[in-house]
């Protein structure tokens, strides 16, 4: 059985079918054309870029086509990158699908559902129910397959649900210790806080930043769907304003693109709960094909940092 890409080291050979998540054009210092390619199995994605491109090339290696690639991963500023040897487009011959490329969380799409579900129906405040409620409904169906970003973390398939129910756990945790918390209110936060990429971003195949997405962002769109749900459902007071603060503020700082701090216990814990839970399925990753005793290739997205893995690291055990 082949390994996945996300887990081929440095100096090793890769032969296999991989997924182009996204293909860009650019120019090299020499004038030249090529592609910049991410390519992807369920495992994982690695970059790779392919030189001296034709506009034939440019055609046919394009985003949500597959390929067969020979070639090596090799080190680039601290990050695996894979040289292309030989790269061929699929034909029906190869009896491969998109689908079957395509990460995805390692939960159930339905029972991550309900759970969320679970949630909305245990919530005391009528008002913030009933608007938690249907606005869930009006985005479920994307809200079930849709990733929560183009990279860095929850990047696949049902992403950015995974990453809401393991909010949601953590926001149940942390309220027994601090009950001054208002949970109904941190659990609308968090269901609500990233549901407009919906519309931010593309789906799970290439996902890419729609036209709405880069002139007006998830969390400008989703404090409007706040206020027209309201309108819509004919609810009035503090709950629907203090709401749209939590969406406002989770990002906490306007250079990380909130346009407001948060100022209530619930905002800050909100920021906090999402932070931990980006980071940590990010550090789990980049960790996941590091031996204990050996530090990874540096992670951008967390400050450029090259983690160690403990020798003494034991992997969890399944019970």
């Given at each position: 059985?082949?390994?996945?890409?996300?887990h081929?080291?440095?100096?090793?050979?890769?032969?296999?079918?991989?997924?182009?998540?996204t293909?860009?054009?650019?120019?090299?210092?020499?004038?030249?054309?090529?592609?910049n390619?991410?390519?992807?199995?369920?495992?994982?994605?690695?970059?790779?870029k392919?030189?001296?491109?034709?506009?034939?090339?440019?055609?046919?290696?394009?985003?949500?086509?597959?390929?067969?690639?020979?070639?090596?991963?090799?080190?680039?500023?601290?990050?695996?990158?894979?040289?292309?040897?030989?790269?061929r487009?699929?034909?029906?011959?190869?009896?491969?699908?998109p689908?079957?490329?395509?990460?995805?969380?390692?939960?159930?799409?339905?029972?991550?559902?309900?759970?969320?579900?679970?949630?909305?129906?245990?919530?005391?405040?009528?008002?913030?129910?009933?608007?938690?409620?249907?606005?869930?409904?009006?985005?479920?169906?994307?809200?079930?397959?849709?990733?929560?970003?183009?990279?860095?973390?929850?990047?696949?398939?049902?992403?950015?649900?995974?990453?809401?129910?393991?909010?949601?756990?953590?926001?149940?945790?942390?309220?027994?210790?601090?009950?001054?918390?208002?949970?109904?209110?941190?659990?609308?936060?968090?269901i609500?806080?990233?549901?407009?990429?919906?519309?931010?971003?593309?789906?799970?195949?290439?996902?890419?930043?729609?036209?709405?997405?880069?002139?007006?962002?998830?969390?400008?769109?989703?404090?409007?769907?706040?206020?027209?749900?309201?309108?819509?459902?004919?609810?009035?007071?503090?709950?629907?304003?203090?709401?749209?603060?939590?969406?406002?503020?989770?990002?906490?700082?306007?250079?990380?693109?909130?346009?407001?701090?948060?100022?209530?216990?619930?905002?800050?814990?909100?920021?906090?709960?999402?932070?931990?839970?980006?980071?940590?399925?990010?550090?789990?990753?980049?960790?996941?094909?590091?031996?204990?005793?050996?530090?990874?290739?540096?992670?951008?997205?967390?400050?450029?940092?090259?983690?160690?893995?403990?020798?003494?690291?034991?992997?969890?055990?399944?019970?």
């Amino acid at each position: 059985m082949r390994k996945g890409i996300h887990h081929h080291k440095v100096g090793e050979s890769v032969d296999a079918y991989l997924l182009i998540k996204t293909g860009k054009k650019g120019i090299a210092s020499n004038g030249k054309p090529f592609l910049n390619l991410q390519l992807t199995d369920k495992t994982g994605e690695l970059e790779a870029k392919l030189w001296g491109i034709s506009s034939e090339d440019e055609a046919t290696f394009v985003s949500g086509s597959i390929v067969h690639i020979q070639g090596e991963v090799q080190d680039f500023r601290g990050m695996r990158q894979l040289k292309i040897k030989t790269i061929r487009p699929t034909t029906g011959m190869d009896q491969v699908k998109p689908d079957d490329f395509l990460p995805s969380a390692p939960r159930n799409k339905d029972e991550m559902l309900e759970e969320v579900t679970q949630y909305i129906f245990d919530m005391k405040n009528a008002k913030i129910q009933r608007l938690t409620r249907h606005l869930f409904k009006k985005h479920q169906k994307e809200f079930a397959v849709s990733p929560a970003a183009t990279k860095n973390h929850h990047e696949f398939v049902s992403g950015l649900l995974y990453h809401v129910v393991s909010m949601l756990q953590l926001s149940k945790n942390i309220a027994s210790l601090y009950p001054t918390l208002d949970t109904d209110l941190l659990y609308a936060g968090v269901i609500l806080h990233d549901m407009a990429k919906v519309r931010e971003l593309s789906g799970p195949m290439g996902t890419q930043y729609t036209t709405p997405g880069k002139l007006i962002g998830h969390i400008s769109m989703m404090v409007t769907e706040i206020d027209e749900a309201a309108k819509e459902l004919a609810i009035e007071g503090e709950e629907v304003l203090v709401l749209q603060h939590m969406v406002l503020s989770h990002h906490s700082k306007g250079e990380w693109g909130s346009p407001k701090p948060p100022l209530i216990r619930e905002a800050e814990m909100l920021h906090m709960i999402d932070n931990i839970d980006a980071k940590m399925n990010m550090m789990d990753r980049v960790l996941d094909r590091v031996i204990p005793g050996e530090f990874s290739e540096r992670a951008f997205a967390l400050e450029n940092r090259s983690f160690y893995k403990p020798t003494f690291h034991e992997p969890p055990i399944d019970l």
